[in-house]
């Protein structure tokens, strides 16, 4: 069964999802709305609307050689570039006070002031869009570091640089970084948050679920350059959903009333499914939640370009702990659960799952069942053992067609080499002579009498068992009538 994104009825809370980001993130979020929407979608229109006006909020010029797709060409308009001009008069003006500041505390050999210089620099070319100058910056902020909260604060910049780049492996190491050097409790948790997204990026859902859901507190907003709470929450139950097993979402998702409370108390659509299916046993809210799922996946930063297999991942799975405890089911009772058509959509989707193995399961379309356990077993061994019996039936009628066959071919070559058979045979093995025509010719022996009981070994060739050559035997029973020829034409 194919999902699909309800555009029509997705609501995209921007208070809550998009406006507790800040800087680059932000932009890049909007942008990806804005790009993977259906081009007549209301969702589109306010991303586009909310874009415009962060960007004329702000100095991120850089910002627009960043992105490609359908928000570069809505971008290019006059009012956009002639912002872009203005930003960039501006920020220049600024750079050069920031870069006179740097040259004094040079001259002044103090190193936490070189480093503060470098910092604020890196911060200014961030502010500005302009990367790879605030990371050439930073990299030379961390050298006149002094401090554990030194190195956190241009670790965390480094990170969010790393990130706009799309360089995992250099991010996660900074991230690691500033967990081992945290020694605060708010800076630790917003570390493991921070990690847990990095793990979703690197596609290794059962460590981000891990770490956002053994978050005890609100991350807050300090770092909403990088991350929401609405974030936390949404990418930890999409993480819990695609890893854990269902006991697991029971104990760390939906008895976790304090992760629902801070972090999905903007995802109606989570909590109703967390709600249903792992506290009630009501799986209604399933395909209306995969629908909602696909198409926020679908504009997600992080995950759109995998949203239809995160999807079909998570529908397989709940597909799979609906039928766990059963041994049998009907396939109407599924459909009846799950609100869908059996024919079109339930019957597909189990097919789907069995045959790729994903559900231990045996169809019973004849009676409209899906057997599992020790009933499927159960009715694939007694298969098979009505197999295996009509195969060993079919097995001996051949053998017993080749064996007739062999008598045959053999009785036919030992009449056409002049063997005389017998097929009389008396109690007690005594051989019966009377319809034997075998006769003693002046003296020399008879000719050999084969009996249909006698057992032979024919494979093609004329030969017997016991190394009797038929072949000879005729040869010499023509000799023999030579012979009695020429005697007589003598006489």
């Not at 926020?296 to 759109?304: E, F, G, P, S, W």
């Not at 061994?381 to 071919?409: C, F, P, W, Y």
Request: proline residues 2%; hydrophobic residues 40%.
């Amino acid at each position: 069964m194919k999902i699909e994104g309800n555009f029509d009825s997705f609501v995209w809370d921007f208070g809550s999802s998009v406006t507790q980001l800040s800087g680059m993130t932000r932009f890049l979020r909007l942008a990806s709305i804005y790009n993977n929407s259906p081009s007549n979608s209301g969702i589109r229109g306010h991303a586009g609307a909310a874009l415009v006006e962060a960007l004329l909020s702000s100095s991120c010029t850089g910002f627009r050689s960043r992105v490609a797709g359908d928000v570069s060409v809505f971008l290019a308009s006059p009012q956009i570039i002639n912002w872009e001009h203005e930003a960039d008069l501006r920020m220049t003006g600024v750079l050069s006070v920031l870069e006179q500041e740097l040259h004094q505390a040079k001259s002044s050999a103090i190193k936490d002031t070189i480093r503060s210089g470098y910092f604020n620099l890196s911060l200014h070319y961030i502010q500005w869009g302009r990367i790879e100058d605030a990371l050439k910056n930073l990299m030379k902020s961390r050298e006149f570091a002094s401090s554990s909260q030194h190195h956190i604060d241009i670790s965390l910049r480094l990170v969010s640089c790393y990130l706009d780049l799309g360089q995992l492996v250099n991010a996660a190491g900074f991230c690691t970084k500033i967990h081992d050097l945290a020694q605060d409790t708010a800076t630790l948790l917003r570390a493991k948050a921070l990690l847990g997204l990095l793990s979703l990026q690197e596609r290794s859902y059962s460590s981000s679920a891990s770490r956002f859901l053994a978050l005890d507190g609100d991350v807050g907003a300090d770092w909403s350059f990088l991350f929401s709470t609405s974030d936390v929450g949404f990418y930890g139950a999409v993480s819990a959903l695609l890893a854990q097993s269902r006991p697991q979402i029971i104990a760390s998702l939906a008895q976790n009333k304090l992760f629902q409370a801070v972090y999905l108390a903007d995802q109606p659509e989570m909590k109703n499914l967390i709600s249903g299916v792992y506290e009630r046993n009501d799986y209604r809210s399933v395909v209306p939640f995969l629908r909602w799922l696909h198409a926020r996946l679908t504009v997600d930063v992080h995950l759109h370009k995998s949203a239809a297999d995160i999807v079909q991942s998570i529908q397989d799975r709940l597909f799979a702990q609906y039928l766990e405890p059963f041994a049998s089911v009907t396939l109407q009772r599924l459909a009846d659960d799950f609100q869908l058509d059996v024919a079109t959509e339930v019957r597909p989707t189990l097919v789907e799952l069995v045959t790729t193995h994903k559900v231990a399961a045996r169809l019973d379309f004849r009676n409209g069942r899906i057997l599992r356990g020790a009933a499927a077993s159960s009715s694939s061994t007694s298969s098979a053992q009505r197999r295996k019996q009509l195969l060993g039936k079919m097995m001996q009628v051949q053998e017993d067609h080749i064996a007739n066959l062999k008598r045959s071919l053999l009785l036919l070559s030992m009449r056409k080499a002049g063997i005389i058979v017998d097929h009389q045979e008396q109690k007690g093995g005594q051989r019966d002579e009377t319809h034997s025509h075998s006769r003693a010719v002046r003296g020399q022996p008879s000719r050999p009498v084969a009996r249909a009981s006698d057992d032979f070994d024919f494979d093609g060739r004329e030969d017997v068992e016991d190394d009797v050559d038929f072949r000879a035997m005729a040869d010499s029973r023509m000799q023999l009538d030579n012979s009695d020829n020429e005697t007589g034409s003598e006489a």
